[in-house]
């Protein structure tokens, strides 16, 4: 994500190394959605650093296609697949996504597998601080994205058919040792960080005990969700390419991440004024979330939001190899790159607080 907003608004020209044959997917779509005809127009939206995400304007309505990026890519990684499977599942739950009209798996129709969706038309906030809305709405959209995101830790997998959508044991350690593995594998193009040196040594030594199983979105921010475009009402949540079953208290201190995330780094509140703001404050939306799961509250909180810094630091020195590889699919994954000593210091920061036996 860009630090300026406007460069993650709207769509512009396909990029020439994120190009495909339209006719190809013209006469595919034809096939797969009724009514579907062309000629259909294709642009790129602006925003993204991982799956390339297209919009897609016809005489059969708008629509969205997701893609995998070409090149070579990390195992696993970019899973447009499991996207498509958790968003089609969650259609009759609480959890607001939008409608999937078309999956390929078949990478000979644009080169790597895709899924289509509707267009969902009203707000994305890439500020976590929501200056775009009045200061009195603020905090209702708070509280609605902590009701999507509560509504989301409270399914039961299996009665929507996700009960294999990932091992239900021991959530957080394998995350950690995914994590651990990926920044070494990306360390060959990307080169080491000191303080994710520290962290890898650190981190699988200090994990807590085992927690709760749910279904987990990964990356549950504020610009991966569709507001409405009058009220505070989050009307479709956008890329679930890291769901599984996971720990839902490690995914709330993943959103909550925001509150320790610079501004000009991500969608963040740190050094924001937040009663100025209208903002509740991090350890009041902590508690909200308690209430509303019924909890007592979060022990290892912390260390959760020390492991979840660590992930996002490895996931931008990902971007600095992606760039090094030329798979980077953002114009702004340069900048991006050039923000991993910064993000790993603030990760490392945090692991003291830990060692330290700090609360917030």
């Keep these: 994500m860009s630090a300026d ?6 769509t512009v020209p396909v990029r020439p190394e994120l190009r495909f ?56 990684a970019h899973a447009v697949e499991r996207e498509a499977r958790i968003m089609q599942a969650l259609a009759p739950t609480a959890v607001p996504v939008p409608r999937i009209v078309a999956q390929c798996d078949d990478p000979q129709v644009i080169g790597t597998p ?34 999507v995101l509560t509504q989301l830790h409270r399914i039961d997998p299996p009665s929507v058919g996700l009960g294999d959508f990932g091992r239900p044991d021991r959530y957080l350690e394998r995350q950690v040792l995914r994590w651990i593995r990926q920044y070494e594998d990306d360390c060959a193009e990307a080169g080491r960080d000191p303080d994710l040196d520290r962290l890898v040594e650190w981190l699988p030594g200090a994990l807590p005990a085992p927690g709760a199983t749910s279904l987990v979105h990964g990356d549950f921010r504020c610009d991966n969700m569709i507001f409405h475009p009058g009220r505070p009402r989050v009307i479709a949540v956008l ?45 009041e939306y902590l508690g909200a979330y308690c209430r509303k799961m019924g909890l007592s509250g ?42 991993v000593p910064e993000l790993s210091g603030l990760a490392w920061s945090q692991a003291k607080r830990v060692i330290e036996g700090c609360e917030l």
Excluded at 124 to 143: L, N, Q, T
């Design 21 to 76: 044959d339209e006719k190809a997917l013209t006469q595919w779509l034809s096939g797969e959605i009724e009514g579907f005809r062309g000629p259909v127009k294709v642009e790129q939206f602006r925003g993204g650093q991982s799956n390339p995400t297209y919009a897609l304007a016809c005489p059969a309505g708008s629509f969205v296609l997701r893609r995998k990026p070409p090149g070579r890519l990390v195992p696993g």
């Design 239 to 283: 890329d679930w390419e890291l769901s599984t079953l996971g720990d839902p208290l490690v995914d709330f201190a993943n959103h909550a991440m925001m509150y320790r995330m610079p501004p000009h780094i991500a969608a963040g509140l740190a050094g924001e004024d937040l009663s100025a703001s209208g903002l509740p404050s991090e350890k």
């Design 114 to 147: 895709f899924f289509v969706m509707e267009r969902v038309e009203g707000r994305i906030f890439w500020d976590a601080a929501f200056r775009g809305v009045r200061r009195e709405d603020r905090p209702a959209c708070f509280s609605a994205m902590l009701n």
């Design 5 to 10: 907003p406007r460069d993650n608004v709207g």
């Design 298 to 339: 979060l022990e290892h909180y912390e260390f959760y939001m020390a492991f979840c810094l660590f992930r996002f630091a490895a996931a931008y020195h990902g971007i600095k190899a992606r760039l090094v590889r030329g798979t980077a699919v953002s114009p702004h994954a340069r900048a991006r790159a050039a923000l």
